[in-house]
Every structure is written in structure tokens, then in C-alpha cells.
């Protein structure tokens, strides 16, 4: 046998390496939630989408087995990110179609539009960038007062009127300004730090 | 106003959260006046299109709403997930078939009938095949004895680090000496086929007992458990946590006199992203502790736990958690508590349920203390169940679901026992009630109010019956003395003599042998009524049964 020492897995050191855990774990708070929600889109019932989700992950889990570093180009992140992406959608075009919610942004339209993207690749984006995002709002929410966070909250999401929530948290229009703006900010940064080490990304910002 | 030209120069300082305060607060009123600033605020923050993304990503996301259950299923096997990563981050790979022809990484045998051989070991047959390797029955020529050989699998085999562990764990429990522990002789660590030799123990497990026989019988169930216990106790005494406690790791003789521990923590050794082998998205977990399903560190009361799990599942046939799948299973055992095994089984004492509830419990500080003392309790109890005429009722055990249930009946009893008794104490003082019903209420209210009125208000029917029938209660929960409930029997039907004397005016209280029986009942406090009742093993259900005499 040749050294058996340096057969397989340097899976081992890449995983002790606690960058890659924290990578896993972003992955998983991301990803997990993410996996089912399409399966959801897909049409599947909630006890469905809970065993396809099961199902997706395990092979992930076994590829992230077999992965070798130095083989793949990119970071553990990006790498996890593509081959969710590849088994995913595979799963969604095996299911026949993929109803598209009315209530969808403005590329949910887009694909109804132009047949030539593809739908299935779209749908997939859309749903991670907005899964990004809500991990990122999820993971900083507790970083603030509970006032200053329903100031963006409710300015930015609900889009309600500075001074309607201004008299409903009973804060001045000047706090409720710099609140909602130290939330954003500190959003953004999450997000783009994500996005940045799972692959370049779209959210460059010059201010940064 | 200034908007054109305003250069106020801290705006950008708002985004620290460390402004300070007195700056803070100039600047907010400046930004209420100042559009200008405002917009630069709301720029510097993020760019106009972030923003927007921000409230259609966010806004959107109802768009597929996961339930409370579903959200919080993904959340916990996240966490799991995550966890396990992170306390075991030795992952071998676990992807090569289980299947493999296991006859290839033997040489040929020296013995004619043996199917092959490892160094001194002539292999005779097979004694089973999992996902960690092969354990063969062999016979040792260099020391003329028959023994169970365990040959990691070659995909193991080919991963330094799961090798490593095998070899590592095989050596700690080579060390527990005990006859309930399969004993590991010796630790091959060769690089083709590291194994280990171990002590030829029965070939059944528990699984294929209860699988072909369904429950077993009290009796066997607390003697398999003080066994286990006990060979626990020796593993957690030198730090050793078996981690894979479930009825296919116990080996049975066939008359189920001796059981057998297998696999000291070689769970461990082969755990696959801590996901196959403790069962996670390919096999059932149904015997993980909640600190285990959780991935949290684990210490020797997660053993307790399995072991309670087994236990159950002896005495019922039935795992306590189950789930058609894996989240479900995952869930159960965090969140849930299983269903009474009486009610599987109605066969099993409550002493044995409330054992095996104890060791169910999910905070590992409610458990047993240790195997240790787990031991010695079954010990006491099987000792009990053998001679019930010569030995002591064991102590009833406490767990914190009965101690909820118990104190709501304690509650109950004690009032029954306090109200009466100041009532004897009452009418001891040859008062006539009839004649100052004021002080009657007035000293009945202060200490116990409008309950103790309506327990006297409606005294018990037949005082013979509620006394066959306490007898009956205690005859079931075998305590050979009864004294307590006998007492309170004839409190009651005291109770009842003295009612109708109550109601006929003039009549005199003493009635016949009033002083000679009256029950020793000195100066109840609700509290040590209660204790009382705790000590005599007065739980809920016979409480309720009092409970409807009254």
C-alpha cells in the first residue's frame, strides 16, 4: 500500500480547520431552510418538503465527503454553495413544473416573460438571495434595541411612514432615521460578507 | 433653512454605535430639519438599490410560509448538524458499500475447516456485519481459546484517522474489567486491517430477543438493566462513555441470565459527519440522549438515558421515541415525553415506570446520579420482587414529572388529612358545634377555608368501602404497611359518626371507642401531611381515587 497516511480525506484538516466549520454552519442556517422552501415551491406538501429536504442534505453530506481540497477552485463556501445549487435544481426539474407565486418581485415576471432564461435557475437565485437575507436580518436582530430594530423594520420592509411609527414607538423621526440606518448598514455588511466568500457578488458597494 | 449647503461633517459618525450620546441627540434633531442630510445618512447606510433589495427580500419572504413546527424542525436539526460538525470533526469517509467480500482481507486458513485466518486467528464464521466492519468468530492457536475477532472495514481500514480512533477506543475499553462488558483482549493496529480480538460473548442481541419474544417480563427486565448498570459503572468510572447504548449493542445468553456490553465507544470511531452512525438521515436515533440529539458534549448520564430508552423498549416491545423519520425521531426525543409503558404494558409496576421515567429525563441532572447508584437501586428492587414477604419496599422514586404530578395531589391529600384532623382535635374538646356554629367556622376557615368545609360537607358514603378500597390500593403498590391509608380510612368514617351526631342536636360527641381509636394524627401541619404522604408513596393516581370519597 502507498503511504496510508496520505490516502483520502484531507477533508479531515480542511474540517478542523474552524474557518470551514463556521462555513458549514453559515451553510446549513442558510441553506437548510432555503432547500425546503423551494421544495415548498415545487408544490410539495410541508411533510413532503421536510423529507425531500432530508434527502438533499444527506447527499450533500455524503459529497462533502468525498470532497477533496485543491481539486475544486474557490472556498469550501463556494463549493458547498454549487453543488446545493446543481442538486437542487435537478430536483426541481424533475418535478414537472414550478408554479410561480403572483405575488413575486419583478424577476419572478421576468421569467414568466422571456422563456429563454431559465426559469427553474432563476427561481433558484431568487429564493437564495432572499434566504441570504433573512439569515442576515436573523443573525444581527438581537445586536439591537428591539425598538431601533422595528424602526427598520417597519420603515424599510413594511414601508410604513417615519411618522406613523414614529408615534406608534413613541421615537422621535431623528432616532427612528439613525436606527434604521445602523440596521441597514450593518445588513448590508452581513449579507456582502456572505456573499463575498461564497462567490463574488452582485452587492459591490462604494462606500465600502 | 440650510439644505443646499449644510456640511454638517459628523452625519457619517451616526453609523457608529458608539457615537456619542450628546452628539447623537444634536444629530438627530439636525436630521429632522435636514433633508440633505438625511439623504446622505441614508446613503452612506447603503446604496438606493440595497435598500430596495432589502424590502422586496425581506417583505417577500412570506410568500412561502414555514409553520411554527416546520421552522422549528429545520432550526433544531440545524443546530444538530452544526454541532455535530463541531465536537467531531474527525470525518472518515463513510461512503464505501457496507457489503463489501470480506473473505478477501483474510489469508488462507492453516486449519482446514477454518474459512481463514489473521495472524494467529483461525476464522471460522461470521458472527455478524455492520457499518464499522466484520466480527468473526475465531479460534486462537497460540492460546488454544475461542474468540470474537472485530476487522474494521477496509474503507475504515484506508482512513488514518478512523483507524486511529477504532484502535484508540478498542485500548481505553480494553481496560474496563468487568463481567457485563465484552472484554477486548487485544488491538491489532495494522494499516490493511487493524481488529480487534475480544472475549467470545453470546451471539444474541437484545434486539433479536424482543424482536422473536416480544416484552419480557419484569423480572428480566430489572436484571438485564442492573447488569448493564453495572458495567456501566465500571466503563464511567475510569471517564469511559459507551455513547451507542440500544439493545443491538447487549449480547443475551439465550436464558437471558447474562447480558453483555459490546462496543465501548466505537461509535465514536467511525462517526460519519456525526450523521450515520448515531443514525442521523440514514438510520434511526432512537436511543440518542436529548443532549446527544442536540450535539451538545456529552458526559456518562447520556448512557443513563439510553439505557432508559432500552429499558422501555424491554418492557414494552416499543421504542419510548419514535417518528417515521428522522426529524420526527430528533424532535420527540428533545421536546417529548413518552407515553406511560403501562399503558403498553400493563404488567409493568410503577416503581419500574418511574424508574425507567427518571432515567428519561431530559435535563441529565434529574437522572440517577450515576450507574452506580442506578445499580444498586435495581438491586434493591429485584431483591424486593424476588422476596417480596422479607425485603423493604424499595423507596419510591421521584422523577420531576411525578414530583409536578405529586404535589398537585399531595396538595389534595394533605388537605384532607390536615382538615380532618383539626377536626378531630376539634371535637376532641367536648364542644357542642350546634350550639356555636360561629367558632366552628371561623376555626375551620383559618386554617384551611371553604375546602375543608365542603370535604366535611360532604362526608364519605360508606367508610368500609373507601377502607376495602385504600386496602386494594395498597395491595397494588405493594408497601406492606399501610398504616396511613387505614388511618385515614377511619378518620373518615369518624368523620361520618361525627356528622350525624353534628346533625342531631344535643346528642353527645362521644360516641363509642371515639378516644381508644382515634388515629395518631399529632398536630398535622399541611406540610408534614405532605411529607408524610411522600414518604408512604401517596401519588396522583390513589390520590384521585381519595379524592372521589370525599
Not at chain 1, 18 to 46: S, V
Not at chain 2, 493 to 501: A, D, F, G, I, P
Request: glycine fraction near 6%; charged fraction near 25%.
Amino acid at each position: 500500500m502507498s503511504d496510508p497516511l496520505k490516502t483520502r480525506n484531507s477533508l479531515i484538516l480542511r474540517l478542523r480547520n474552524t474557518d470551514d466549520a463556521a462555513a458549514w454552519q453559515e451553510f446549513l442556517e442558510i441553506y437548510h431552510p432555503l432547500i425546503f422552501r423551494l421544495a415548498r415551491k415545487c408544490g410539495l406538501q410541508e411533510a413532503d418538503a421536510l423529507d425531500t429536504t432530508q434527502e438533499v442534505l444527506t447527499r450533500i453530506a455524503k459529497a462533502v465527503n468525498r470532497w477533496e481540497p485543491g481539486e475544486e477552485k474557490g472556498s469550501f463556501r463556494g463549493w458547498l454553495g454549487r453543488i446545493t445549487r446543481n442538486l437542487v435544481i435537478d430536483f426541481m426539474r424533475s418535478k414537472k413544473r414550478i408554479p410561480l407565486t403572483g405575488n413575486e418581485s419583478s424577476i419572478g415576471k421576468m421569467i414568466e416573460s422571456n422563456p429563454v432564461i431559465d426559469e427553474t435557475d432563476q427561481v433558484y437565485q431568487l429564493e437564495q438571495q432572499k434566504q441570504i437575507f433573512l439569515w442576515a436580518a436573523e443573525s444581527i436582530e438581537n445586536t439591537f434595541q428591539p425598538k431601533s430594530w422595528k424602526a427598520f423594520w417597519m420603515t424599510t420592509v413594511e414601508q410604513k411612514t417615519i411618522d406613523d411609527v414614529s408615534k406608534e414607538l413613541n421615537m422621535t423621526r431623528g432616532a427612528i432615521y439613525v436606527a434604521r440606518s445602523r440596521v441597514m448598514a450593518k445588513l448590508k455588511k452581513q449579507v456582502q460578507r456572505h456573499l463575498n466568500l461564497e462567490r463574488s457578488l452582485p452587492l459591490e458597494n462604494s462606500h465600502e | 433653512m440650510n439644505e443646499r449647503t449644510c456640511h454638517e461633517p459628523y452625519i457619517e459618525s451616526l453609523l457608529d454605535e458608539n457615537c456619542p450620546r450628546a452628539l447623537q441627540k444634536d444629530l438627530e434633531q439636525h436630521l429632522e430639519n435636514c433633508p440633505e442630510c438625511r439623504q446622505r445618512l441614508f446613503d452612506l447606510a447603503a446604496d438606493d438599490y440595497i435598500w430596495a433589495e432589502a424590502t422586496s427580500m425581506l417583505s417577500t419572504v412570506g410568500d412561502i410560509r414555514l409553520s411554527a413546527e416546520s421552522a422549528q424542525k429545520i432550526k433544531d436539526t440545524t443546530s444538530f448538524l452544526v454541532s455535530r460538525l463541531d465536537t467531531d470533526p474527525e470525518l472518515p469517509d463513510h461512503s464505501a458499500p457496507v457489503g463489501y467480500d470480506w473473505t478477501k482481507i483474510l489469508d488462507p486458513p492453516a486449519h482446514p475447516e477454518a474459512v481463514g485466518r489473521i495472524d494467529q486467528f483461525e476464522m471460522e464464521s461470521k458472527l455478524g456485519q455492520g457499518g464499522m466492519g466484520i466480527v468473526l468468530k475465531g479460534f486462537d492457536r497460540e492460546l488454544n481459546r475461542a474468540v470474537a475477532i472485530k476487522i474494521l472495514a477496509p474503507h475504515l481500514a484506508a482512513n488514518g484517522t478512523a483507524r486511529k480512533r477504532f484502535a484508540r477506543e478498542a485500548q481505553a475499553a480494553a481496560a474496563v474489567v468487568h463481567p457485563n462488558v465484552t472484554r477486548i483482549y487485544s488491538v491489532k493496529q495494522s494499516p490493511q486491517r487493524p481488529y480487534i480480538v475480544m472475549e467470545l460473548g453470546p451471539t444474541e442481541s437484545l434486539q433479536n430477543l424482543v424482536d422473536e419474544h416480544g416484552p419480557l417480563d419484569v423480572k428480566n427486565v430489572i436484571r438485564i438493566g442492573l447488569q448493564i448498570a453495572s458495567g456501566l459503572s465500571a466503563a464511567h468510572k475510569i471517564g469511559l462513555i459507551h455513547r451507542d447504548i440500544k439493545p443491538g449493542n447487549i449480547l443475551v445468553e439465550k436464558d437471558v441470565s447474562r447480558v453483555m456490553i459490546t462496543d465501548f465507544g466505537l461509535a465514536r470511531a467511525v462517526d460519519d459527519v456525526g450523521m450515520t452512525q448515531t443514525g442521523w438521515l440514514t438510520g434511526t436515533p432512537n436511543y440518542m440522549s436529548p443532549e446527544q440529539a442536540r450535539g451538545e458534549e456529552l458526559d456518562t448520564r447520556s448512557d443513563l438515558f439510553s439505557l432508559g430508552s432500552l429499558l422501555y423498549f424491554l418492557a414494552t416491545g416499543r421504542e419510548p421515541f419514535r417518528g417515521e423519520k428522522t426529524y420526527a425521531v430528533i424532535q420527540n426525543i428533545i421536546h417529548e415525553h413518552p407515553v406511560d409503558p403501562r399503558s403498553l404494558n400493563s404488567e409493568v409496576p410503577k416503581y419500574l415506570a418511574d424508574l425507567i421515567q427518571k432515567l428519561l429525563e431530559k435535563d441529565p441532572g434529574h437522572r440517577f446520579e450515576d450507574a452506580n447508584h442506578l445499580s444498586n437501586v435495581l438491586e434493591k428492587y429485584l431483591a424486593y420482587l424476588e422476596q417480596p414477604g422479607q425485603m423493604k419496599p424499595p423507596k419510591r422514586i421521584v422523577s420531576s414529572r411525578t414530583k409536578q404530578k405529586q404535589w398537585i395531589a399531595a396538595g389534595i391529600a394533605s388537605f384532607v388529612l390536615a382538615s380532618t384532623a383539626s377536626w378531630l382535635l376539634l371535637f376532641k374538646q367536648p364542644i357542642q358545634p350546634t350550639e356555636n356554629p360561629d367558632q366552628l367556622s371561623t376555626k375551620t376557615e383559618s386554617k384551611f377555608p371553604t375546602e375543608a368545609v365542603s370535604i366535611l360537607e360532604n362526608p364519605v358514603e360508606e367508610p368500609e368501602k373507601s377502607i376495602l378500597e385504600l386496602n386494594s390500593i395498597s395491595n397494588e403498590y405493594q408497601f406492606d404497611d399501610f398504616g396511613y391509608f387505614r388511618e385515614l380510612g377511619e378518620i373518615k368514617s369518624r368523620m361520618k359518626t361525627l356528622e350525624s351526631q353534628l346533625l342531631a342536636p344535643n346528642q353527645n360527641i362521644q360516641g363509642p371507642g371515639f378516644d381508644n381509636h382515634l388515629p395518631t394524627m399529632p398536630n398535622l401541619e399541611s406540610s408534614d401531611a405532605i411529607r408524610s404522604l411522600d414518604e408512604k408513596g401517596l401519588n396522583s393516581d390513589n390520590k384521585l381515587r381519595i379524592k372521589k370519597f370525599d
